[in-house]
């Protein structure tokens, strides 16, 4: 069976289309757009009208894609913008009226659980593991064992939000990034425990990954499953926090434009998290929700 999967995130929409025989997962093509759903959700409380016409334009594009490929199901989720935004309902159906696409808004429980899921089905994990999914709006810190989803803990502060909070000069200054670090210990400091692994997911740290090893263009069988260094990654951090966003990306093609503004703030939460876990390294995992809707069909347990 052919298979699409659909996130619509706060900062970007993704889709991977797969073949599923006899339980395997094959995926046939991946797709991925920074539309940036959530910019202003928390303070304006509703979606914006520009972010709502970007992201019905991929969506539409990706209609197209899933007749071209044929596939059989479409599964498509919504997260953290479209649980807070006071239109989503207007949004979603919106959408399935010039897509044909009806979209489900998850919680953020279901939200790590699939996240996991993707992970330790493709990295085949085992002991204990933190695996981390950080997105635009929402960060989800999933306790498991191997391939048992243990605890999950939804902490309501993603790369975007954390930017229009924390940085208000470009490039930052050193007393907005001391409070980054800041809020950052205060949040997750509550969260550590014993874990064998770590592993990180999303664009923030999957692209710091192509820059350290010179992934360019960007191929997930060259990420998926790579280690990373906290040096690493604070070397990366001073870098990027020295320079305007608009250079970021200019220097650096690995860097996408739109992330360029808020990789900083994404990079500060895991060297913040490896610090407090007491870890020198993570795992890096370019598998993530949208991959755990293909992998929960495929194994039976249909989102």
Not at 110 to 134: C, F, H, M, P, W
Request: net charge negative; aromatic share 8%.
């Amino acid at each position: 069976m052919r298979l699409a999967a659909i996130d619509i995130g706060s900062y970007s929409t993704r889709m991977t289309i797969a073949e599923i025989v006899d339980g395997d997962v094959k995926v046939l093509k991946e797709f991925g757009v920074i539309t940036s759903l959530g910019s202003g959700v928390k303070e304006e409380g509703c979606l914006r009208e520009d972010r709502v016409k970007e992201t019905l334009r991929v969506l539409e594009d990706y209609a197209q894609h899933i007749k071209s490929f044929g596939v059989e199901r479409v599964v498509a989720v919504g997260t953290e913008a479209l649980r807070r935004a006071c239109n989503s309902e207007e949004f979603l159906c919106t959408v399935e009226e010039k897509t044909g696409i009806r979209v489900r808004i998850i919680n953020p429980e279901e939200e790590g659980r699939l996240a996991y899921l993707a992970t330790a089905y493709s990295l085949k994990l085992e002991g204990s593991n933190l695996v981390i999914d950080q997105g635009g709006g929402s960060t989800e810190f999933v306790f498991g064992n191997g391939y048992s989803v243990g605890e999950v803990v939804s902490l309501p502060i993603g790369i975007v939000n954390l930017t229009e909070i924390f940085f208000k000069n470009d490039p930052p200054k050193g007393g907005e990034i001391d409070k980054l670090y800041k809020f950052l210990e205060d949040k997750i400091s509550p969260l550590r425990r014993e874990v064998n692994q770590i592993v990180g997911l999303g664009g923030t740290i999957t692209t710091v990954v192509a820059l350290e090893y010179g992934v360019y263009p960007y191929r997930s069988e060259l990420i998926h499953g790579r280690e990373l260094s906290k040096g690493a990654l604070e070397r990366w951090f001073n870098a990027l926090v020295s320079i305007p966003s608009h250079e970021r990306s200019r220097r650096y093609p690995q860097v996408e434009d739109k992330r360029a503004e808020v990789i900083v703030s994404g990079i500060a939460m895991f060297i913040k998290l490896l610090e407090v876990f007491g870890k020198d390294s993570l795992r890096v995992s370019d598998w993530g929700l949208k991959h755990g809707l293909i992998v929960a069909e495929a194994i039976g347990q249909r989102a």
